[in-house]
C-alpha cells in the first residue's frame, strides 16, 4: 500500500470523525468579501484632494466608502528573502467620480498620509449562489445508493483519473482511495464551490463508492451552509451616510447620526485619549434607516473624542460600519471661547471755576477762570488719558507801582480758549501730561500750553509738577498734591508761582484805558485747597478756597469750586 492510500485514508477518517464539527469551518473557504472587491491605486495629492484610478465602469459612486491600504515589499535582514505585504492605513470617501479618475478626501482619521502607490479597494457585494437550481436529492443511506441524480451538472471540475470506472470495473479499494485522492487534488485551493460539485460528480459517477455516503453529506451541508451565509450576508448592515463632524466644542454635547440600509440598531463607542476603554452608548432609532446619539457635554472634552460605530444584526452579531477599534475616528474639541466683559473705558466730564483776589479792598488784581472738559482713560502703561475742553479767563492787574504806588486801575486782561490734553503713562508709577491751547484775545489768536510730570498713579495718590504758559496772560509754575486717602473725601492741595492776570506788558489793542496799568505783571505766590464729597459713585462736589498775593500788602482771598461726574 503506498504512502499516498494511507493518506488519504486517514484523511477520509477524520473526515468521517469530524463532519459534524468542521462544517462551519468549511464554509469558511468560500470566496472572501475581497473576492468581488475593485483594486486600484493613489495616483497623485493634489491640493487636499486624492486623485484615484477609479472609474464610474469600476461601480464607484459618488460618496461610496473605499479602504486605503499600503503595500510593503521589504527584504529579510538575516535570510535576504523578499517579503511583501499590505495594511489597512485608513477609509477614503470618493468626492468626484468621473469616466476615468476619482477624487477622494480622507473619512476619519488616518493611521499613515497618503501617499502615490497606495492600494485603493472599493469593497464589492458578497454574493454565494447556488450552482444549481436546487440541490440534488439526497440518498437515503449508505450503501443503499440506488442510482445517482438524473439532473445533469451544470458546472464540473477538470475529470480525475479513475473516477467514474473504479466502482463500475469491480477495481480494488486501493484504487477506490486512489481517485479520492486525485479529487481532493483535484479541489484543492479552489474553494467551496468547487468542493461542492467535485463531490457530487464522484457520487453521481460512483453511487456506489465506499466514500459516497461521506462525500455526498458533506456536500450537502457546504450546499445548506453557502444559503445560510448568502442569507447573512444579504442582512450584513451597510453604511448609506455619515457626515463625520471635524471639531466642536469643549463641554457642549455632540449628535452624531448615521443612516444605515437595513439593521435592528447601532451602537457608538467613544473614549478621550487618556482613557484605555471605550464607553458603549446604543444609538436611538430616528427613523427608517436613521440612528442618532447625543454624547453628553462631560464627555467631550480637549483635546479630542476617539469613536468608532457599530450596527447590529438581528442575530446579535455587531458589524463596524464607521471606523473600528485598531481605527477610529477623532474628533476634534476645543475650548469654548469665553465671554469677555466689554471694555470699558472710565469717562468723566468735569467743570470747575475759581476766583482770585490779589489786592483785598482795591479790587484792581483779581482773576476768574472757568474751565471745563471731558476725559476718558484707557490704561496704566501708554497712552493713559485722553481730555478735551474749554476756558474762559477774565482779570485786571499791572505792575506793582502802577497799581500801589500809582494807584492806577488795573488793566483788562481776557481769554476764551480751548485745548486738548494728553497723559502718556510711562509706567503704572510715573506719567507725562501735555496740553496744547488755543483761544482768543482783544489783539488776535492766541496759544498756550502746559506740560507736567505725574508721580503716582492717577486713580490713587499722586504729585504733579509743571508749568503753563497761556497766551499773553502769563506763566504759571504748579505743584499739585492729590490725596486719595478716604475714598469719599477726595482732597487737593496746591501751589502756584505766578504773574497772571498781567504777565505781558500791554501793546496796541491790549493796552489799557487811560489811567490803567500798562506795566508786566509781577510774580506772586497762591495756595489752594479743595475738598470734595462722593455722593454717588459717580458725583463729585467740591469746594476751593485760596490764598495769593504778590507782598505782604498786595494779597488777597480766593474762592472756587467744581463738579465731576464719572462713567
Known sequence: MTARVQRTRRFVATLLAFTSVTWTELARCAEPPSAAAIQRHV???????????????????????????????????????????????????????????????????????????????????????????????????????????????????APVAGVGSAAQNGATHDSETEAIAALLDAVKGKGVKARILGYEDYVRKNPKGRYAAVLWE????????????????????ALRSFEAPSECLSGRPVTL?????????????????????????????????????????????APGVEYFIEATTPSGQAIPVVGAPELPFHLSVVDAPQAAPPLHHASVATVWTDYANWNVGHENDVTWQTEGYVGMRFQDEGVRAMRTGFGVYRGRGGSLSDLDDKHLDGRTVGLTYGYLEGEYGISHFTGLIGRGVVGLQKSGVTGGMQLHL?????????????GEVLGTVGLRGIVELTLATFPRVPIVLRTEITNQPAGATAHGDDAGSPGASNGKGDVGARAIAQVGYRFLPELTVSVRGSYQGRTINHAGPGVGGAIAYQW
Open 454 to 466: 505725574r508721580l503716582g498713579n492717577d486713580e490713587s495718590t499722586n504729585l504733579t509738577l509743571g
Open 257 to 301: 447620526g448615521i443612516e444605515l440600509d437595513t439593521g435592528t440598531g447601532a451602537v457608538i463607542h467613544a473614549r478621550n485619549p487618556s482613557e484605555v476603554s471605550y464607553t458603549s452608548t446604543p444609538m436611538q432609532r430616528a427613523g427608517d434607516g436613521y440612528f442618532t446619539v447625543t454624547l453628553p457635554a462631560e464627555r467631550v472634552k
Open 43 to 157: 495616483l497623485e495629492l493634489d491640493a487636499g484632494d486624492i486623485i484615484v484610478d477609479l472609474a464610474a465602469s469600476d461601480g464607484a459612486k459618488t460618496g461610496a466608502i473605499v479602504e486605503l491600504w499600503r503595500p510593503l515589499k521589504l527584504k529579510h535582514p538575516v535570510t535576504g528573502a523578499e517579503i511583501s505585504d499590505q495594511f489597512l492605513i485608513g477609509r477614503l470617501r470618493l468626492t468626484q467620480v468621473r469616466a476615468s479618475l476619482s477624487l477622494a478626501r480622507p473619512f476619519g482619521s488616518l493611521a499613515r498620509e497618503p501617499a502615490p502607490g497606495d492600494i485603493v479597494v472599493l469593497p464589492g457585494p458578497r454574493r454565494i449562489e447556488s450552482d444549481r437550481a436546487s440541490a440534488p436529492p439526497i440518498p437515503a443511506a449508505h450503501p443503499a445508493l440506488a442510482a445517482a441524480p438524473s439532473a445533469p451538472a451544470t458546472d464540473t471540475v
Open 218 to 237: 458533506e456536500a450537502q451541508k457546504l450546499r445548506r451552509l453557502a444559503v445560510l451565509e448568502a442569507k447573512s450576508d444579504a442582512d450584513t448592515p
